[in-house]
């Protein structure tokens, strides 16, 4: 695990935190010095949609790094307090101003070798555009609806962003290319 996920101190007390195996568990934990509160790292939970509207999908065009200037359909990360619908409906109108009802999940894609060390967990959904007007916005630079045939599969910005194009596009019975 990458010292970027690292609590220095404990949440609880302040104390610096020490990383050892607390009493019956089976792994190295950051735990306090002094109180003895046991920090668990989690993976991070991003959700999405990739909405439909007349045939055609909406990517959005990164405008933040990681992977600046590629494209990917609007996923963000989960707040503490929604659930993975609300969090791919919040995500995708604030990326694109769109409002979208989710019609299927497309999957759930989840990777362990990240570059900040920890797991990440994609949700994404198919969504069905109900209302708002296509703007790009938070860490999208551009908003566009594609046609099926003109995605530009040479520059997604993740896999997850590949693997979810690919079961939209096997849900619809459509093709994909083959992968790179
Ligand atoms: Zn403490």
């Keep these: 695990m990458a010292a970027i996920l690292d609590p220095k101190f404990c949440s609880q007390c302040g ?6 195996v607390p009493e019956g568990d089976h792994r190295p934990r950051h735990a306090c010095s002094r109180c003895g509160f046991v920090h668990y790292l989690d993976p991070k939970v991003a959700c999405g949609s990739i909405p439909e509207s007349d045939g055609r999908i909406v990517l959005i065009r990164r405008n933040i790094e990681p992977r600046l200037g590629t494209w990917t359909f609007p996923c963000g990360f989960m707040e503490v307090d929604e659930t993975v619908e609300e969090a791919a409906r919040r995500e995708t109108k604030e990326e694109t101003g769109l409002a979208v009802e989710l019609t299927d999940p497309l999957g759930t894609f989840s990777y362990s070798d990240t570059w900040w060390g920890g797991s990440i967990v994609v949700v994404a959904f198919a969504s069905r555009v109900v209302g708002g007007e296509l703007c790009a916005g938070t860490d999208a630079g551009e908003a566009r609806l594609f046609r099926t ?23 619809k019975g459509i093709p994909s290319p083959p992968e790179a």
């Design 15 to 20: 104390a610096p935190m020490t990383k050892r």
């Design 149 to 171: 045939g003109e995605i530009p599969w040479g520059e997604l910005a993740f896999r997850s962003s590949v693997a979810a194009l690919r079961a939209w596009f096997s849900r």
